[in-house]
C-alpha cells in the first residue's frame, strides 16, 4: 500500500532506505498509538499480525513516497525507472516482464490491514512545477469491533519539465480484515485497480543544448519523438499498463483456549487449514502513431501487418488456488510454525501473435520460529518448486536464522536465497519470428547470501551481501533480446548511521558495489545519500519541525540507455556518465493532526547545466514542491 504515512517510524533509522531493517516484535506488548481524539489504530501485514503503529513522524514528509533514495526516474514523476543498487526480481513464478513502472502499482503482500477505534481517513496532497499533482485519500473502519474495511484511491498527472514526457497514474484498491470472535477463522483479502499511463519522447536530441540560453524553458528543446500531427501536449508514442488484481487469503485454526489468573482466555492454535485465492488481469500497450522505420529497425521489419501506426499489447491473465496445513510445534514455550501446501495456476498470454495457456502445479513448505519473549534466536526456512506446466522446473530456497546479541550490541542475521526462474513471457513471446529463429532463451539461476548486522540503540546497520546470476536476460542498442551465458557475480556493502547532537540530527546512507565490467550489469561502485537536519518541537511543544538538507550522489558509470518500445532499459557500454552531487532543502512541519512539507528540489541546477539521469534524460530544473497531510477522526 502506497500511503503517505509509511512505517519508518517502526525501523531503527526511521527514514526510507532499501537497507534491510529489523522490525520491533514487542510491538503488541505496548499500547497502541492514540490520538486526542482517543483513537487506538494499528495495522498488520498481509502475512503476519505483529501490531504496527502509524507513523506520525515528519521527517520524510518531503521526499518522494512512490521510489526508494536509490532510484533514478527518466526526469518526470511517475515514470520508469531503476535502481542504483541492484537488486534482481527472485521470484520463481511466470512474469509478465520488463516494466520499470510496476514498482508504482502495490501488490497484496505491501498492504496493511488496519483495525481502529473510530473512523480514520488521512488526504495527502503533493503540488509541483508545470502542473505536477497528486492527490491520495484513504479512509479505513471497523465494520465490527473483529472487521475491518480499508479503500485508498490515488490520482498522479505530471506533464514533466520536458516535452512529451507526461505521467498518468489512477490507483485504488479495497481491502477487509475480518477475525471471528474466538480467533480461530481469520481472512484479508483485497481488491486492487491501476491505470499507468506514459508518454515518450524518446529523449532529447541534444544535450549540449542544455547549455543553451535558448532553452531556458526545457519544453522546447527538440525530442526524438516529435509529434508532427499528432498533439501539440501529448506524445505520438504511448506506453500503458492497466491492472486488476485480487487476493483472499483465510485460515482456520483448531486448538485450545486457556485462562490466566486473571480470568482473561487466549487462544492457542496448534493446527490449521489454509486456502489463498489470488489472480491478475494485467495489459500492456505500447503504440506509435507516427512511426520511423529508423528508430526501430528489425522490430519495424517483424510488423508489415500495420505500418500506419506500430503496436504491440500483451494481456496477461493469471488465476491461482493454494492449499495447505499449518501446525504450531510448542517446545518450552516457544512456538515454531510449520506449513506444507499445494498450489496451481492458470495462465493466459494473449499477444498479436496469438493466445497461449498454460497450467503451473507447484508444492510449498515454510518453516519459521520468531524472536520470542525471553529467547535471542529467530529462523525461517522457504522453500517453493513448480514441477508442471510452463513454470516446470522453477523454485525458490529461502533460508535465514538471526541472533538477537543484547539490547546495547543489537542483531545479528545470515540469510540465503536461490532462485531458477524462466524467461519471462514478455521476453519469449513478444514476437514469434524472433522467438521461433533466435530465442533459445535458458532458464536465469540467481544465488544470494548476505549478512546483516543491526543496532538499534546505537542508530547503526551494516549489510554485506553477494548475488550471483547465471544466463542473464536483456536487451541489446540494437533491440535484440539476449541472454549472457557467464556467472556475473554482484557484491554490495550497505552502511547507514545517524549521528545526533541535541536536536540536530544527520542521516548517512551509503552503499559499495562491483560488478564485472564486460557484463551486462552497469551500476555505480559507490553511492551516499545525507540529511542535516533541525528536529525539534517550537511553541510550547504545539509545533512540530524538521528542516534541513539533503544531498545525493553516485559515483560515474556508464548508465543504461531506455528503451521505450520494450519499456526497459539496456546496456551501453561507451559512454561513462558523471554528475555533480545533488541537493534539496526542506521544510517539514505539524501542528496536531496537520502535516506539511516545503522543498527546494535540484538546488544544484541553479549553478549548473541539468545533471543526466541516463543518456538523453536530464533531471529536472530546479522546482518548488508543496505536500499537505490532513488526518481525520471520525
Not at 499500547?31 to 495495522?43: A, G, W
Not at 526508494?68 to 531503476?82: E, F, K, M, Q
Not at 496451481?344 to 497461449?356: A, D, H, Q, W
Request: charged share 20%; with cysteine; aromatic share 16%.
Amino acid at each position: 500500500m502506497l500511503l503517505f504515512f509509511q512505517t519508518d517510524a517502526q525501523l531503527f533509522s526511521g527514514r526510507a532506505s532499501d537497507t534491510p531493517d529489523i522490525k520491533t516484535d514487542t510491538a503488541q506488548n505496548k499500547k497502541q498509538l492514540k490520538t486526542n481524539d482517543s483513537i487506538v489504530i494499528y495495522y498488520v501485514s498481509a502475512w503476519n499480525n505483529v501490531h504496527q503503529r502509524v507513523d506520525t513522524t515528519i521527517i520524510n514528509q518531503y521526499r518522494n513516497p512512490f521510489i526508494s533514495i536509490w532510484d533514478r526516474d527518466l526526469g518526470n514523476t511517475g515514470t520508469a525507472y531503476t535502481s542504483l543498487l541492484y537488486k534482481p526480481n527472485m521470484n520463481p513464478a511466470m512474469k509478465l516482464g520488463m516494466q520499470n513502472n510496476l514498482g508504482y502499482i502495490p501488490i497484496h503482500d505491501s498492504l496493511k490491514f488496519y483495525n481502529t477505534t473510530r473512523p480514520y481517513t488521512d488526504i495527502y496532497y503533493w503540488m509541483g512545477r508545470k502542473q505536477e499533482q497528486c492527490i491520495q485519500l484513504f479512509h479505513t473502519q471497523n465494520i465490527t469491533s473483529d472487521w475491518n474495511l480499508s479503500a485508498s484511491y490515488r490520482k498522479l498527472v505530471s506533464p514533466g519539465n520536458f516535452k512529451y514526457l507526461r505521467s498518468n497514474q489512477d490507483i485504488a484498491y479495497l481491502n477487509s480484515w475480518y477475525r471471528s470472535k474466538k480467533q480461530r477463522y481469520e481472512s484479508k483479502a483485497s481488491l486492487i485497480y491501476a491505470k499507468v499511463q506514459q508518454d515518450e519522447s524518446g529523449g532529447i536530441l541534444s544535450e549540449s543544448q542544455l547549455s543553451d540560453a535558448s532553452f531556458v524553458d526545457r519544453r522546447l528543446l527538440p525530442v526524438l519523438y516529435e509529434a508532427s500531427s499528432f498533439s501539440v501536449n501529448r506524445s505520438s508514442v504511448v506506453n500503458s499498463i492497466r491492472k486488476v488484481s485480487f487476493n483472499l487469503n483465510h485460515h482456520y485454526f483448531f486448538g485450545k483456549t486457556v485462562k490466566d489468573s486473571l480470568g482473561n482466555t487466549t487462544f492457542l492454535p496448534s493446527f490449521g487449514l489454509k486456502h489463498l485465492c489470488y489472480s491478475d488481469f494485467i495489459y500492456q500497450f505500447y503504440e506509435d502513431q507516427e512511426p520511423d522505420s529508423a528508430e526501430y529497425g528489425y522490430i519495424y521489419n517483424l510488423d508489415q501487418s500495420n505500418k500506419a501506426s506500430l503496436y504491440h499489447k500483451h494481456f496477461l491473465t493469471q488465476i491461482g488456488n493454494s492449499f495447505s496445513i499449518n501446525q504450531n510445534i510448542r517446545l518450552k514455550g516457544k512456538v515454531t510454525r510449520f506449513e506444507a501446501g499445494y498450489g496451481l495456476e492458470y495462465e493466459r498470454i494473449n499477444t498479436r501473435k496469438g493466445v497461449s495457456t498454460f497450467l503451473n502445479n507447484f508444492i510449498f513448505g515454510q518453516l519459521q520460529k520468531e524472536q520470542q519473549e525471553g529467547d535471542r534466536w529467530n529462523y525461517n526456512a522457504l522453500v517453493k518448486f513448480y514441477f508442471t506446466g510452463n513454470a516446470k522446473g522453477n523454485f525458490m530456497v529461502r533460508a535465514n536464522v538471526g541472533r538477537k546479541i543484547s539490547e546495547h550490541l543489537g542483531y545479528f542475521n545470515l540469510e540465503f536465497n536461490q532462485s531458477l526462474q524462466s524467461p519471462d513471457y514478455k521476453q519469449t513471446y513478444y514476437y514469434y519470428d524472433l522467438t521461433s529463429e533466435k530465442n533459445g532463451l535458458k532458464k536465469i539461476a540467481i544465488n544470494h547470501l548476505a549478512a546483516r548486522y543491526i543496532n538499534t540503540s546505537k542508530h547503526f546497520n551494516v549489510v554485506l551481501q553477494q548475488y550471483s546470476i547465471l544466463n542473464m536476460i536483456y536487451i541489446d542498442t540494437n533491440q535484440i533480446i539476449r541472454q549472457y551465458g557467464s556467472l556475473i557475480p554482484v557484491t554490495q556493502g550497505l552502511i547507514s548511521k545517524t549521528f545526533a547532537w541535541r536536536n540536530w540530527k544527520m542521516d548517512n546512507d551509503v552503499f559499495f558495489q562491483q560488478a564485472p565490467n564486460n557484463s551486462p550489469i552497469h551500476i555505480p561502485n559507490f553511492a551516499t545519500s545525507n540529511r542535516l537536519y533541525l528536529n525539534r518541537n517550537i511553541l510550547k511543544e504545539k509545533l512540530a519541525i524538521a528542516t534541513g538538507i539533503e544531498m545525493r550522489y553516485n559515483s560515474p558509470f556508464k548508465t543504461d540507455l531506455y528503451i521505450p518500445v520494450f519499456q526497459s532499459f539496456t546496456p551501453q557500454y561507451t559512454r561513462t556518465i558523471s554528475n555533480i552531487p545533488g541537493f534539496s532543502y526542506f521544510f517539514n512541519f505539524k501542528i496536531k493532526r496537520f502535516r506539511a512539507a516545503l522543498s527546494f528540489d535540484e538546488i544544484q541546477q541553479l549553478y549548473a547545466v541539468n545533471n543526466l539521469n541516463y543518456p538523453l534524460y536530464p533531471t529536472p530544473n530546479f522546482m518548488i514542491r508543496f505536500k499537505l497531510n490532513w488526518v481525520f477522526i471520525n
